[in-house]
């Protein structure tokens, strides 16, 4: 039998489950989970009972790292012996990890962002160079179906040369208001979601059209979110955060940790080790990001970008449309609205609406022609069936052939996070900021 690849993790919070999920299920013959790393306890010891109930499987070896033991992460892959290194702790720690990991002689793969400022992002690449170790960035938007088949069509000539992007994403107040409940409500540990939640939309564009940015132009508000934006409206909270806050009853942005096990035994029972409230008030204090963001950008190879992202819609999705000298492709991808519950007719309504709206459609508009939808595979799983697909190509010996390359590289994580923290600078200075002016991608 060949020896399954082994894997420690490090950042224990909610993204650290699909790949958990993954390990000790589909691709346990191939791979080993060996370790688990955080600043919490109780994080790691509810994700060991997890996967015994579920997986039958002997809890993993926990390492907590705190201001007493800083060097838990090295006893782990002392102690471990891990392959590879699989990092989903706070976005402003990854860089921390992944060079160490590397110089400790694993390779890494990455959540997104890979990291989130230019300081950050130079310590990786000197990692990179200095051990010659492996980085993969996972994106799973790259494997979902409508995103590939926009992939396919470009590559086959559908457009000819692409000439131009337009691209507008927005979620919705349930999945928006999540940022601002969370540590990424805080610039210097997110990079805002221009570095966060937009690296996968900026990396969708790199890939679709086989280009780096050159320049960028941005501009961003808190325009919804925050205390003197609610004030502006005429709504005041007196409350900083939900849980246990008999005044938030009844508020439509509210979360009650204790009323899900997951949130409760990752987060809630957590507090008292690491002091990180997961259910802040959104229209609360000291939030640093912004809410309504807005970025043009020319690519090496001539192509322009007009990028718009918003955190406060009604109903969630993307539209992006490539123009190029033979056409034109639009995609449009609507992944249903908000419900806030407020009774089990109206969920029924709600859930019937988004049952009617929720979809993917691309029309391709030759220059000369008739338009025409082109079809789009169905698939199941997490991000629209995007995850299961990237899972195999990461965990399985054997990924069936790529024709689309959708597999990320350092190189790639770099070259999405560069446009937002372009556009970040874009902000801070109201200047046009050239890319390679910040950092020098191959």
């Known amino acids: 039998m060949t020896a399954r690849t082994r894997y420690a993790l490090v950042g224990t919070g909610g993204r650290a489950k699909m790949f958990i999920d993954a390990i000790l299920g589909p691709y346990r013959e191939h791979a080993e989970l060996v370790g688990l790393c955080d600043l919490s306890q109780v994080r790691m010891d509810w994700h060991n009972r997890t996967l015994t109930a579920r997986y039958g499987v002997a809890p993993r070896p926990t390492y907590r790292v705190t201001s007493d033991d800083a060097r838990a992460f090295d006893r782990m892959l002392s102690e471990t012996r891990p392959d590879t290194v699989i990092v ?15 110089d400790l002689g694993c390779d890494v793969i990455s959540e997104k962002p890979m990291t989130i400022d230019l300081e950050k992002l130079r310590a990786i690449f000197d990692a990179i160079a200095r051990t010659g170790k492996r980085l993969t960035v996972t994106f799973n938007y790259r494997y979902g179906p409508g995103a590939t088949k926009l992939r396919e069509l470009v590559m086959q000539g559908a457009v000819g040369r692409p ?25 210097d540990k997110s990079g805002g979601l221009l570095v966060h939640k937009a690296t996968h939309h900026f990396d969708l564009v790199n890939w679709w059209i086989d280009s780096y940015p050159a320049q960028v132009f941005a501009m961003g508000e808190l325009k919804f979110y925050g205390r003197a934006n609610a004030e502006a ?13 008999p005044e938030a009853a009844g508020d439509p942005f509210a979360l009650d940790l204790s009323a899900d096990e997951t949130l409760r035994g990752l987060y809630l029972d957590a507090e008292a080790e690491t002091g990180y409230l ?14 309504t963001m807005h970025l043009m950008a020319r690519y090496r190879n001539g192509v322009m970008l007009s990028y718009s992202l918003i955190a406060y819609c009604p109903w969630e999705g993307y539209r992006v449309a490539i123009t190029g000298d ?21 969920a029924r309504r709600l859930e019937a609406v988004n049952a009617m709206i929720k979809g993917e459609r691309i029309t391709v508009y030759p220059q000369w022609g008739t338009p025409f939808d082109a079809p789009i595979p169905s698939a199941e799983g997490g ?4 995850d299961p697909v990237m899972l195999e190509h990461i965990f399985s010996p054997n990924p069936p052939p790529d024709p689309f390359n959708r597999a990320a590289s350092h190189i790639d994580g770099a070259a999405s996070i560069l446009m937002g923290i372009s556009a970040n600078r874009s902000l801070a200075t109201g200047a046009l900021v050239n890319v390679a002016d910040l950092f020098q991608l191959p």
Do not use: P
Not at 88 to 102: L, N, Q
Not at 164 to 186: C, K, M, P, T
Not at 233 to 245: I, V
Not at 278 to 291: A, L, P, Q
């Open 163 to 187: 000439l131009q992007v337009d691209f507008s994403w927005v979620l919705d107040v349930r999945h928006g208001a999540d940022y601002f409940r969370r540590w990424h409500r805080e610039k």
């Open 233 to 245: 409206r005429g709504a005041r909270y007196a409350y900083a955060r939900y849980t246990g806050a």
């Open 278 to 291: 997961r259910d802040r008030n959104v229209f609360g204090d000291d939030i640093t990001i912004e809410d």
């Open 88 to 102: 989903t702790s706070m976005d402003c720690t990854h860089h921390i990890y992944i060079a160490r990991a590397m």
């Open 326 to 346: 033979a056409g034109r492709v639009e995609l449009d991808v609507n992944e249903g609205g908000a419900v806030f519950i407020a009774g089990q007719e109206e």
């Open 383 to 386: 991000h629209g069936g995007a």
